[in-house]
C-alpha cells in the first residue's frame, strides 16, 4: 500500500473530528511524531507517525498551493 502524501503546512482531514467539532488540522510538525494543530481551536497534539497516517483520511489544502496563490494574487 502506497503511503499518503503530506508536507508540513498542510491542512488535512481526519476520520474523526476533534472534541471541539472540526475534523480538519494543520501539520505543524514532522519527524517520527507529528504534531498537528486543530483549525477550530488552535489545540494542538502529538501523534506518532503510524497513527497519523493511518488516521488521516486526505490533503485538503497543500502548503503548496496555498504559497502559489498568495504569489500570483500579489502585483510586482
Same mark, same amino acid.
Not at 19 to 24: L, Y
Not at 32 to 44: A, E, F, Q, T
Given at each position: 500500500?502506497?503511503?499518503?502524501?503530506?508536507?508540513?503546512?498542510?491542512?488535512?482531514?481526519?476520520? *474523526?473530528?476533534?472534541?471541539?467539532?472540526? +475534523?480538519?488540522?494543520?501539520?505543524?510538525?514532522?519527524?517520527?511524531?507529528?504534531?498537528?494543530?486543530?483549525?477550530?481551536? *488552535?489545540?494542538?497534539?502529538?501523534?506518532?507517525?503510524?497513527?497519523?497516517?493511518? +488516521?488521516? *483520511?486526505?490533503?485538503?489544502?497543500?502548503?503548496?498551493?496555498?504559497?502559489?496563490?498568495?504569489?500570483?494574487?500579489?502585483?510586482?
Amino acid at each position: 500500500m502506497e503511503r499518503k502524501q503530506f508536507q508540513l503546512g498542510d491542512i488535512v482531514q481526519m476520520k *474523526k473530528p476533534h472534541p471541539c467539532g472540526t +475534523n480538519e488540522m494543520e501539520v505543524i510538525r514532522m519527524g517520527m511524531d507529528i504534531r498537528i494543530k486543530c483549525v477550530g481551536c *488552535k489545540h494542538s497534539v502529538l501523534v506518532p507517525r503510524l497513527k497519523f497516517e493511518k +488516521n488521516m *483520511k486526505k490533503v485538503l489544502r497543500s502548503a503548496e498551493s496555498q504559497t502559489e496563490q498568495q504569489d500570483a494574487g500579489s502585483p510586482e
